[in-house]
């Protein structure tokens, strides 16, 4: 037997994960039995709006539309952060975490909350983790408007377990890789920019000595300097 099994009070990991999974399921059972009829519509349709990224791409609108260059570039932040989040979350995690969507019909959840269940697996949650990835990656370079955001995103997040089709700890997973990946996005959009400005710089650059040079080559480059020197009026012929 194990030291931790020999030693009254100590429990092993495995013993952890068990009690941490029966919070998990306690707590998703307590938010199905408890009546919120004022909450209920409200959040079902924060929820949805939320499905395939909509309401963040309504915000980025607005942020780019209103928020001058910064809001721009809080935009893209924050689309970029949604675009790494979702690509980690549903091509990697959830195919790693193939854990099974909760029974509502088992739970009792009220239809007034129910929003279409995915097909997809149900750890970490796809909209926690957009939610929080967005807000994180719109903060980066707008603090002001990530703050807001934050709250909204906690909403949706909240709303996934208030609508039935995630587990607490779904969404906990979710909230950690938004906030963890939407840097990553970040950082390395920045430096996309930052090579595609110097790019642009250098190729510019390089047009304009181009031009300069077939410029002072032409006929009328050479009377130009011939008649700044005899101090007369240039004759130019557009040769």
Same mark, same amino acid.
């Not at 957009?130 to 703050?147: D, N």
């Given at each position: ?57 309504? *915000? ?5 539309? *209103? ?38 019909? +088992? ?9 279409? +269940? ?58 950690? *890789? ?33 031009? *300069? ?27």
């Amino acid at each position: 037997m194990s030291q931790a099994a020999d030693r009254p009070g100590v429990r092993g990991p495995w013993t952890w994960g068990d009690e941490l999974n029966k919070l998990d399921l306690a707590a998703y059972a307590a938010i199905a039995v408890t009546p919120t009829p004022g909450m209920d519509v409200a959040l079902r349709r924060l929820s949805r709006a939320a499905s395939y990224s909509r309401l963040w791409l309504g *915000c980025s609108a607005v942020l780019a539309a *209103c928020g001058g260059k910064r809001g721009r570039r809080a935009a893209a932040n924050g689309l970029a952060s949604i675009a790494l989040t979702s690509a980690v979350v549903n091509l990697v995690l959830k195919p790693i975490g193939n854990r099974r969507r909760p029974d509502r019909q +088992m739970y009792d959840i009220p239809v007034a909350r129910q929003v279409t +269940m995915p097909r997809s697996t149900s750890w970490p949650s796809g909209h926690a983790a957009s939610a929080f990835a967005f807000a994180s990656g719109v903060g980066a370079a707008w603090p002001q408007a990530g703050i807001p955001l934050g709250v909204v995103a906690s909403l949706v997040a909240y709303s996934r377990v208030h609508t039935g089709v995630h587990y607490p700890s779904d969404t906990i997973a979710g909230t950690v *890789c938004g906030v963890a990946l939407a840097p990553v996005a970040v950082a390395g959009s920045k430096r996309l920019l930052d090579e595609s400005a110097k790019d642009l710089l250098e190729r510019g650059l390089r047009r304009e000595l181009d031009l *300069c040079a077939q410029l002072f080559a032409t006929e009328d480059a050479d009377e130009g300097l011939k008649a700044f020197l005899d101090k007369r009026p240039p004759v130019f012929k557009g040769q």
